[in-house]
């Protein structure tokens, strides 16, 4: 669900010291902004301080520059680093898929209803079938088939639709490819993976049907930052159903593919909504 088109969102991180909260709070209070909305985490192994807040000015007057110039001086005597988001701000995605559409046809829906705070830029598939879905939308598609041989060129291809559309997230709906390290590196932080998750894992051709067999009573899924190691990047949402002795195989695909529409829109609209923050390969979230 989309946030509150009204609040702006401060989010910021420090080292673990007495008066974080308050860095943020007395400023806030200082320029007459209300407080609508507010989480924080103190990790005591890292000892690092987390904060999210939506807040709303209490004056027509509210100047943004003068607000992070303030700012800057009490961040700077704490080490904090913060990013500062306006109102109606939609976060530029580029969606990579291959053939299935469960996951892409969800996040165009979302889109387009206004259900997430993202600006589709574009889709991008190494196959031509989604095309015509697609275009539907009214959105650009980049068809860029790969192999082997071409994986390096088909990357730059990607990476060139990154950067002219200027998106600031990527969106890996089920595409089927294993990016090169170079990628993975280019995007750290800032690509989203779905992926099945299942106990016990199964890997290959049909996990679904491989699980049937084994006899499994949860299937799942989860959303992940990708990184150079396959499915092992910091995990940002995970959700799970359960399977009963009557569920056939195809019924676990259908519960599996609903699972990973959920799991991917719940992480994007967290990641959109600024409620995640990365750091040591791991995560905090902070959701609704």
């Given at each position: 669900m989309s946030r509150n088109n009204?609040?702006?969102?401060?989010?910021?991180?420090?080292?673990?010291?007495?008066?974080?909260?308050?860095?943020?709070?007395?400023?806030?209070?200082?320029?007459?902004c209300y407080i609508a909305e507010q989480h924080s985490f103190d990790d005591k192994r890292a000892k690092r301080f987390f904060i999210r807040t939506e807040f709303e000015p209490q004056t027509e007057a509210?100047?943004?520059?003068?607000?992070?110039?303030?700012?800057?001086?009490?961040?700077?005597?704490?080490?904090?680093?913060?990013?500062?988001?306006?109102?109606?701000?939609?976060?530029?995605?580029?969606?990579?898929?291959?053939?299935?559409?469960?996951c892409l046809n969800d996040?165009?829906?979302?889109?387009r209803t206004g259900k997430l705070n993202i600006d589709i830029k574009a889709v991008i598939s190494n196959h031509p079938d989604l095309e015509h879905l697609v275009s539907w939308h009214g959105l650009p598609y980049h068809y860029f088939p790969v192999t082997a041989e071409t994986r390096s060129e088909q990357e730059e291809q990607i990476w060139q639709v990154v950067?002219?559309?200027?998106?600031?997230?990527?969106?890996?709906?089920?595409?089927?490819?294993?990016?090169?390290?170079?990628?993975?590196?280019?995007?750290?932080?800032?690509?989203?993976?779905?992926h099945h998750s299942l106990l016990p894992g199964f890997k290959g051709a049909k996990p679904y049907h491989q699980a049937y067999d084994k006899g499994v009573k949860l299937v799942g899924a989860t959303a992940h930052f990708i990184n150079e190691d396959l499915d092992e990047g910091p995990i940002i949402s995970q959700k799970v159903?359960?399977?009963?002795h009557s569920d056939y195989a195809d019924d676990l695909v259908d519960k599996g593919r609903d699972i990973e529409r959920?799991?991917?829109?719940?992480?994007?609209?967290?990641?959109?909504?600024?409620?995640?923050?990365?750091?040591?390969?791991?995560?905090?979230?902070f959701s609704r």
């Open positions: 009204n609040t702006w969102i401060i989010t910021a991180q420090c080292p673990s010291q007495l008066g974080t909260v308050d860095v943020v709070t007395s400023f806030l209070k200082a320029q007459h509210f100047d943004a520059a003068a607000f992070r110039d303030g700012f800057n001086n009490r961040a700077a005597e704490f080490g904090m680093s913060y990013e500062l988001t306006e109102p109606g701000f939609k976060v530029p995605v580029v969606i990579m898929v291959s053939k299935t559409d469960h996040l165009l829906y979302r889109h950067q002219e559309t200027g998106a600031e997230l990527v969106v890996l709906a089920r595409y089927m490819q294993v990016l090169s390290e170079d990628m993975c590196k280019k995007l750290a932080g800032r690509a989203i993976n779905i159903d359960v399977v009963t959920l799991t991917l829109a719940h992480a994007v609209s967290c990641y959109a909504e600024r409620r995640v923050f990365l750091y040591n390969n791991r995560t905090v979230v």
